[in-house]
């Protein structure tokens, strides 16, 4: 070899040994960021009236996060009674004039579950209980019960079976002027089911809690144990833990007489309302909770339907309705003295 020719190889060896050196260190860097522990994420936004919380385990958590942060939103927007632009508004507006209101695919899944279950539960939920819950809201809001008449006239404007839904082009309407769809004990559990299916999609594991209400634990803790959820002692002031139940795949969903009530003459009057009398449900429960696997579709949306329906109609009916169901969902009720029972009770620990 010329020394022309081993001049050129050593000048290429040194300007292939940096660009080796490089590659490398890339190779390298792509094995650590593969084999890093997942990331984990926190975060809270407000939103139906509540502070939704967000705790996620995985790679694309933050990604997860976000999007259901932005899918909480829209839910928020479309399904919001005030929001005139969108459909439950422009349904509600035109409640008894025989116009059918085209439905969004959320507010149409919304309503058909509703009132497959409103048959099912006899009527103890019912998703046109607006006259009647507006009513109380504003007896509350004013410390003061509504009369008979006005309870009366807001029962007439209320009945499942006045709502209509039409199959072939995803249409409703209201038969009765003054009607309202109230999507406040449902809207909750759908958002859940939808943030639930953004968690599995990235292959994200946590927790998602929707104003304690409505709670779903996607999959289990990273180290492989349930993820432990505090319950409210119904009556205990300032606000005490009733007990703790373990969480793991599942949605659970709670209904109590604690959040929104006025007393008078030592009559607890809280919001769940009985649409056949008209008024706030006293069957000596305080609260009623819910657990359905989150291997079920719908779990979130079905878990707040049945909570507040199994609180409408009482311990001794509910026994019998849920072996009946076509989803298996377990109840605990708690009495207005903190005493649980139920099958779901028996899981719950460390009871106050």
């Known amino acids: 070899m010329s020394d022309k020719e081993k001049l050129k ?25 593969t084999n890093k522990e997942p990331l984990h994420v926190d975060s809270t936004v407000s939103v139906f009236g509540t502070t939704a919380r967000f705790s996620a385990e995985g790679k694309n958590a933050e990604k997860a996060v976000a999007e259901c942060e932005e899918r909480l939103k829209l839910i928020s927007n479309e399904l919001n009674v005030k929001n005139k632009e969108g459909c439950i508004a422009k349904l509600n507006d035109s409640a008894g ?24 539960t006899d009527g103890a939920w019912d998703i046109t209980i607006r006259p009647l819950s507006s009513l109380w809201r ?39 002027q003054g009607m309202g769809l109230d999507l ?28 304690t209400s409505s709670i ?16 409210r002692h119904p ?23 604690y959040e929104h009530f006025i007393i008078k003459d030592g009559i607890r009057y809280h919001h769940i309302l009985d649409t056949r009398t008209g008024m706030p449900v006293q069957n000596g429960l305080s609260s009623v909770s819910i657990r359905i696997s989150a291997d079920e579709k719908d779990a979130g949306l079905l878990s707040d339907i049945l909570s507040t329906a199994v609180f409408v109609m009482g311990k ?37």
Do not use: M
């Not at 025989?98 to 099912?120: D, F, M, N, R």
């Not at 309870?151 to 006045?162: F, R």
């Not at 009556?235 to 007489?257: C, I, M, Q, Y």
């Open 9 to 33: 190889t050593a000048i290429r060896g040194k300007l292939l040994f940096p660009f080796i050196a490089v590659l490398l260190l890339l190779l390298s860097a792509c094995g650590a960021e």
């Open 316 to 352: 001794e009916k509910a026994l019998l309705l849920l072996p009946s169901l076509p989803v298996k969902a377990e109840a605990s009720f708690t009495d207005d003295k903190g005493a649980v029972s139920g099958e779901l009770g028996k899981h719950i620990e460390n009871i106050k």
């Open 184 to 211: 406040g004990g449902v809207i909750k559990g759908y958002a859940l089911d939808e943030c639930r299916r953004i968690y599995e999609k990235h292959k994200v594991k946590g927790l998602i809690d929707l104003g």
């Open 216 to 231: 779903a634990a996607v999959g289990e803790k990273k180290d492989g144990e349930p993820f432990r959820i505090a319950l």
């Open 235 to 257: 009556r205990k002031e300032p606000p005490e833990f009733l007990g703790v139940l373990p969480l793991k795949n599942a949605v659970l969903s709670t209904s109590g007489d």
């Open 97 to 120: 004039s025989g116009e059918w209101t085209k439905l969004s695919p959320e507010a149409w899944h919304i309503l058909s579950v509703s009132q497959k279950y409103s048959e099912l």
């Open 138 to 176: 504003r007896s509350f809001k004013n410390d003061t019960l509504p009369s008979e008449d006005d309870i009366k006239a807001a029962q007439e404007k209320v009945g499942s079976e006045k709502l209509e839904l039409r199959e072939e082009d995803k249409s409703a309407r209201l038969t009765v």
